[in-house]
């Protein structure tokens, strides 16, 4: 390192320039970098969907769900496999281990659903394998509401989906709350009976008849003519002239006996924000795209388009991810530019403003330089590497500090610039490096943190390390150089030099202030060095053992005030969508115009469409509240909200805030797993009773099936093959009462390019009924015969979803906990009383969600905290060559470490696994720095009275006026 120095020196002016370029590139890199709010990282996770309309839960799983399992389960890298099982519906949740090959993975996945689907039945659709990145998720959502019709919007919503989609930094636009268009045909039951039609007449009828042939050419001699039959539906009237059934001379078409039009799918959830009726477009981010420019480019797409749209629809931007990444850009900028000018104010007081100058660079240096890297590396600039940013802006000063002083007081011993802080330099590099890599050391071990958590905390140790390695350079290399160029002596602060007088001379009286009176107690400690061990130590203990009688215990993420806040109405019946609807609204209503409430996005979920959040969530409430400094706390506006809502019968609400960190769900996530649905069940009753015993558990909820009714037709196969009727005719019926028979598709001109419109038979909504399938006559080989004859209606209690895990069936509990109370502490309390209960035979348990992911980080943090100290230790008694003082240096780290659960026990706070851990492994770090440089002192001032000793005192220490 000192060949460099001098190297440095020697060429000064080639190291001034190469500091500019570093700026430059620094400021260039700063502006290009990309802008993101999370990190794109790999998720170890990947779904398999398999649709099979009208499917039990029970068939679901039987037939779709375990060939899946069957092949997936044995796949390499597998962590953890959950499947769902609901009507009409499979998925298969893959979770892999961390460091997975995301391709290699999804081939793996893609080949073993290919050999599931021979065992699966032929009518199930293509299933489909879906990767999970963080690309996926919207960056904003852009809601168009207003009184027009609800084919206005959704063309306006369509178009403006395609101009976005146009845009260079958009993935692509989902729409929310959109419906399928579709061509309905409507048929009346007596129809069948009154015209004696055949289910197969009517659907072939259409599907023949909706096609374009290519009849081939004609060569004349004369010229190639190209012959086509055009037979393309375009419009519903083309449906109406289609023949149906012809006798003798009299051709029966569909405008006799049906009703064509143009409509939407049926409804299976409403949004509305503010009470009117929305469509919510959500947008996805190219991997790399800059999220502020993305973020404006969308916007001003909108205002363009919105001037062409009725003055009616309003524009709403909901959940805009680019105000947190502007907002930490902000505190970036606020915390470099304060920090500059805080540390330029205390080094002008103790050493003048030119050396304030050259330490004040040196944090714009090494952050700009960090910034360069990073952008040359190709990384983005997310809120991980900006928070890590944040953090490492104070670690950047003190080896400049150091630098810096030594070479003003070379200085004032008569050096010239040049010489003084070449020596500062040379002398200070190896205390300089030492501090720097044990400071790199502790962040270390956070390379290998496996998991999500650790693929998105990964970046933490990359940007400090590397920033805090730029400012290592200039501490030792630029601002030297700048300094021998630039400094010159100044006249040392009257204090200063009283100090340094005193502390010789050891008269502590002529020193005021604070620096006085820390000389004095440093005195006073060092003359009774036994007393001040024992009161260290009593301190240290103490702290311990506050924290562990009257501390807040530990948290997974701290708690902070929340920007939006979700309210789930929750009701355990069969309910239709509008009879949901219907109660959705009415608490709605409750809540629009309330005082610190900017927008209320309300939606209602359909059975299949309250997957993710619940089955018995029956909608949903999203509120984005004011600015936090602005309104009260959540907790009362949360109060505020059950109070209004409290009386609306049939319901419960349950109001949730956003959630801190990568877990995701409530906190409390108890998992039941069994061989039946009826042990779980009373499995589930045992857990919510010992949750109601131990207290303090709020917004319970399971997942065990809601009540309902199901009817199960049943065929007597022996009876219809009499009357020449089987399970395919009686399911065509069946389908023409529910959804209806998809016949064939349309593409009409107003669609867009991808715009198919599908063709659906089916029965006016009045026939749509449990009777009127009873008393349906369906045409057979032997004439109209009614179903009864030959199916039997009988009830059964309805099935919800089946959940299994690891290829066990599993129900689970989760809740939040009471203000107040810590979720670690709920957890230790639950899980002593499942233990000691007596679960149903077969039945076991475990937590998931914050839990599992809670001790999964206190595993790692113990054991990087381990490695941490350990290669600190390794690198100090390399620097001092002596495990004494090593330990000594060291023992900053337990002292510091006590001072932050004093912290705590003033504040009031619990103790964060995550952030707190990672700031008590950066602190080892960090306290360290000054004992290297005060211990590195020591030693040289040691060899240097040593040499004195030898030069002058020990041939004759008698004669010696300094030894006398």
Not at 209 to 229: P, S
Not at 404 to 427: H, I, M, V, W
Request: hydrophobic share 45%.
């Amino acid at each position: 390192m000192r060949a460099l120095i001098e190297a440095a020196f020697d060429r000064s002016r080639t190291v001034l320039l190469f500091l500019i370029l570093v700026l430059i590139a620094g400021v260039a890199g700063y502006q290009a970098i990309p802008k993101e709010s999370s990190p794109d990282i790999p998720i170890p996770v990947m779904y398999v969907s398999a649709v099979l309309e009208g499917i039990s839960p029970e068939d679901s799983e039987r037939l779709l769900v375990r060939p899946l399992e069957t092949e997936l389960s044995s796949l390499s890298g597998l962590d953890e496999m959950e499947a769902h099982a609901s009507e009409g519906f499979a998925s298969v949740q893959l979770k892999f281990e961390a460091g997975f090959d995301a391709d290699e993975a999804l081939t793996d996945v893609k080949d073993a659903v290919d050999r599931a689907k021979p065992n699966m039945p032929a009518e199930v659709d293509e299933p489909v394998v879906t990767e999970v990145n963080t690309s996926l998720f919207p960056i904003l959502t852009v809601v168009l509401s207003g009184p027009i019709p609800e084919r206005s919007l959704v063309n306006i919503a369509g178009d403006l989906k395609d101009d976005l989609e146009a845009l260079s930094g958009v993935l692509e636009i989902d729409i929310g709350g959109e419906r399928e268009e579709l061509m309905e045909v409507l048929i009346d039951p007596t129809v069948f009976e009154t015209y004696n039609l055949s289910f197969d007449e009517l659907v072939s009828q259409i599907s023949r008849n909706n096609r374009l042939i290519a009849a081939g050419a004609l060569d004349t001699g004369a010229g190639r003519i190209v012959l086509k039959v055009p037979g393309l539906i375009e419009d519903a009237q083309d449906v109406l002239d289609l023949p149906i059934k012809v006798d003798g001379s009299t051709v029966l078409t569909f405008k006799d006996v049906a009703i064509a039009r143009r409509t939407f799918e049926d409804p299976e959830g409403f949004a509305r924000i503010d009470g009117e009726p929305s469509l919510a477009l959500e947008v996805k981010k190219r991997s790399g795209a800059n999220i502020i420019e993305t973020v404006d480019a969308v916007r001003e797409v909108v205002a363009r388009q919105k001037k062409a749209w009725p003055e009616t629809v309003s524009v709403r931007y909901l959940q805009d991810e680019s105000e947190q990444v502007k907002t930490m850009l902000g505190d970036l900028e606020n915390n470099v530019i304060s920090a500059i000018v805080l540390v330029m104010i205390v080094i002008v007081a103790a050493l003048g403003f030119r050396t304030s100058v050259l330490v004040g660079l040196s944090i714009p240096g090494s952050f700009l330089a960090g910034i360069a890297i990073l952008w040359l590396a190709g990384y983005t600039m997310n809120i991980i590497v900006l928070f890590s940013l944040i953090l490492v802006v104070g670690m950047l000063v003190d080896g400049a500090i150091v630098t810096t002083e030594l070479a003003d007081r070379r200085l004032l011993e008569g050096a010239s610039p040049r010489d003084a802080y070449r020596q500062a330099a040379k002398r200070m590099a190896w205390p300089i490096i030492a501090s720097t890599v044990t400071t790199l050391a502790v962040f270390l071990p956070l390379l290998f943190w496996s998991g999500i958590v650790g693929e998105f905390m990964k970046f933490l140790p990359i940007t400090v390390m590397i920033t805090l390695a730029a400012s290592l350079f200039m501490a030792l290399v630029f601002i030297p150089v700048l300094g021998g160029m630039i400094g010159k002596v100044q006249p040392m602060p009257a204090r200063q030099r009283a100090a340094i007088e005193a502390a010789e001379t050891g008269d502590m009286s002529q020193i005021s202030g604070w620096t006085g009176t820390y000389l004095r107690v440093l005195r006073s400690a060092v003359k009774a060095p036994f007393a001040t061990l024992v009161i260290a130590t009593v301190l240290l203990v103490g702290a311990f053992y506050g924290y562990s009688q009257h501390g807040k215990g530990v948290e997974f993420f701290p708690s902070i005030e929340p920007e939006f806040a979700q309210v789930q109405i929750r009701a355990r019946d069969n309910f239709s969508i509008f009879e949901r609807d219907a109660l959705v609204r009415r608490v709605e209503n409750r809540l629009l115009g309330m005082e610190e409430v900017q927008t209320v996005y309300a939606r209602t979920l359909s059975e299949g469409g309250a997957r993710q959040v619940g089955a018995d969530v029956i909608g949903t409430v999203q509120l984005e509240l004011d600015e936090w400094d602005e309104r009260r706390k959540a907790t009362a506006i949360f109060d505020d909200i059950r109070a209004r809502v409290a009386d609306i019968p049939g319901i419960t609400v349950q109001v949730q805030q956003e959630q801190n960190g990568p877990a995701s769900g409530k906190p409390v996530n108890l998992k039941l797993l069994g061989p039946s649905l009826d042990t779980l069940a009373d499995g589930i009753a045992t857990a919510r009773g010992l949750m109601e015993e131990i207290g303090g558990f709020t917004n319970v909820t399971d997942t065990r099936p809601l009540p309902g009714v199901e009817w199960q037709l049943q065929v007597n196969r022996e009876e219809a093959a009499r009357y020449g009727a089987d399970v395919s005719l009686l399911g065509q019926a069946v389908r023409l009462l529910t959804a209806g028979i998809e016949v064939s598709n349309y593409r009409p001109e107003d669609a867009g390019g991808d715009g198919e419109v599908p063709i659906r038979v089916r029965f006016p909504a009045g026939d749509r009924t449990l009777e009127r399938l009873q008393d349906l006559r369906i045409p057979t080989a032997q004439g109209l015969v009614p179903i009864r004859n030959f199916v039997s209606f009988k009830p059964a209690p309805k099935v919800g979803t089946i959940i299994r895990i690891d290829q066990r069936r599993v129900m689970a509990v989760e809740a939040d906990v009471a203000e107040g109370l810590l979720v670690n502490d709920q957890i230790v309390a639950l899980r002593q009383a499942l233990e000691q209960a007596s679960l149903p035979p077969g039945v076991d348990f475990r937590f998931g969600g914050e839990a599992e992911d809670q001790a999964e980080a206190m595993s790692f943090l113990a054991g990087a905290f381990g490695a941490a100290i350990f290669l600190m230790f390794l690198v100090l008694v390399t620097q001092f060559n002596s495990i004494y003082q090593a330990i000594l240096v060291m023992s900053a780290i337990v002292f510091s470490t006590a001072g932050v659960f004093y912290g705590l026990l003033l504040t009031g706070r619990p103790f964060g696994v995550v952030m707190g851990g990672i700031g008590v492994i950066a602190l080892a770090g960090i306290v360290v720095n000054n004992n290297i440089v005060l211990i590195d002192t020591y030693n040289d001032l040691r060899r240097s009275a040593s040499r004195r000793w030898k030069r002058c005192c020990a041939p004759a220490p008698s004669a010696c006026g300094r030894c006398s």
